[in-house]
Structure formats: C-alpha cells, structure tokens
C-alpha cells in the first residue's frame, strides 16, 4: 500500500471513531472510499462514482462550490473532467498525513 494511502486510511479511521453525527460519518467514510478507489476504477465503477459525485444528493447535494469540508479543516474537491467526475485533496495535506503517520517520507 503507498504511504499516502496508508496515511489517509489512518486518519480516516481515527476521524471517524470520533464523529458522532452518523450522516456526517456515512459521508466522509464514502467520500474517502471514492478518493481511494477512483484511480483504479473501472468503467463500470466510473460509471458509479461519478453517480455519487454528481446526482446522489447525501453526496452530491453537500458540494459547495465544488468543495466539501473533509478531514482535519481540510475540504475535498470536486472537479469535472471530460467524460468523468474525480475527487482531489491537496497534495501539501496528504504529505502531511504521511509525515504524521510514517514519519518524514520526502524532503520539502
């Protein structure tokens, strides 16, 4: 598993041992299922995803201009590519996470 990965998972897991607001919960656990999968997504899954993203309103509806508060004060951004919809954290704050989970992975 990559680091960015393993770190985002960790920190998942600890955010969401911690909400108490079960709406709140469902949305940042699937939001985070999204960003893991999507790379690897097939057709198919695509397909489904971008459903999510785009036209299941407990997802969709919670978008603010394209962003949606996430993890740790950070939001989640939602962009549009030609034939499908994606997820983006930033970098900074993804590093971050890894640094914090696996100690210091890069130079700055």
């Known amino acids: 598993m990559e680091p960015l990965d ?28 999204i960003f893991l999968v999507q790379d690897d ?10 459903f999510l993203l785009t036209d299941f309103p407990p997802v969709s509806g919670v978008f603010l201009e394209d962003t949606h508060p996430f993890l740790e004060g950070h939001c989640i951004t939602r962009r549009w590519i030609v034939d499908h919809t994606e997820l983006l954290l930033h970098e900074a704050f993804l590093w971050q996470l890894v640094d914090r989970w696996n100690g210091p992975a890069r130079n700055n």
């Not at 393993?6 to 985070?32: D, F, H, N, V, W």
């Not at 997504?41 to 971008?50: E, F, G, K, N, T």
């Open 6 to 33: 393993t770190a985002l998972i960790a920190s998942l897991q600890q955010a969401l041992r911690r909400e108490t607001q079960e709406p709140s919960a469902l949305r940042m656990a699937m939001l985070g299922l």
């Open 41 to 50: 997504a097939s057709p198919a899954q695509r397909a489904y995803l971008d």
